[in-house]
Every structure is written in C-alpha cells, then in structure tokens.
C-alpha cells in the first residue's frame, strides 16, 4: 500500500499564504486521483481539492476556488496544495489521500494529516 507524508502546515495570519505537500512512497505511482481534505473537530473529513493524476486536472470546492491551488510533481511522486488569502475558516487538519473514485470519493491511502491554523 502507498504510504503518504504530509508537510508545510503552520500558523499563518489571515490573508496568508502556505503551501502543503504530500510525497508518496513506493517505486511504482501511478494513482487514478489524489485529494486534499480538511477537518475541524466535530465536523466530516471534506474534499477540497482533487487532481485526476494523468491528465493534471483539477477540481475545487466551492469555498477554496480561486485562493487554493493543487498541483504534482510526478518525477517526485508529490502533491501540493498551494493555499492563498488563507481564511480563519480554513484552520482544520488536512489530509492527502489517493482516491480511487472523486464522486464520492472511495480512499486508498490517507496521510497523516498537517495542522493549519489561520489567525484574524
């Protein structure tokens, strides 16, 4: 199974910047699709960012398009997730995973997730 290794989590000032990566193990990647999710305590794990891998295409959710950005590096086996004008909304744990399907979405791997944290 791939092991997935979140980084770049912080505490940033709203309007800030961060950007989070997952580096996957393994010699063979080649996933159908990886995804951010985030979560607050009491609340569902959700999707905000998807990338069908082959064809580099991406899908947002609604309250993260246009300020997040989800990105690969397929030599480097790595996915980004470039997040800007940070909200103090968007403070959750956020997870990669490799998805088998996006809608709705079925996991194959989670990571260990990274703490952001958006001050006002």
């Known amino acids: 199974q791939v092991q997935l290794v979140e980084s770049g989590g912080g505490s940033v000032q709203a309007g800030g910047s961060l950007r989070l990566s997952c580096a996957a193990s393994?010699?063979?990647?080649?996933?159908?699709?990886m995804g951010w999710f985030r979560q607050t305590p009491g609340k569902e794990r959700e999707l905000v960012a998807s990338?069908?891998?082959?064809?580099?295409?991406?899908s947002y959710e609604d309250s993260v398009q246009g300020r997040f950005a989800i990105s690969r590096d397929n030599a480097k086996k790595t996915m980004y997730l470039q997040m800007n004008s940070l909200k103090p909304e968007d403070t959750a744990v956020y997870y990669c995973?490799?998805?088998?399907?996006?809608?709705?979405?079925?996991?194959?791997?989670w990571g260990q997730g990274t703490h952001v944290t958006v001050s006002s």
């Open positions: 990338l069908i891998w082959s064809g580099d295409i991406p």
């Open positions: 393994g010699r063979a990647f080649s996933p159908y699709a």
């Open positions: 995973a490799v998805l088998i399907k996006i809608n709705p979405p079925i996991i194959g791997s």
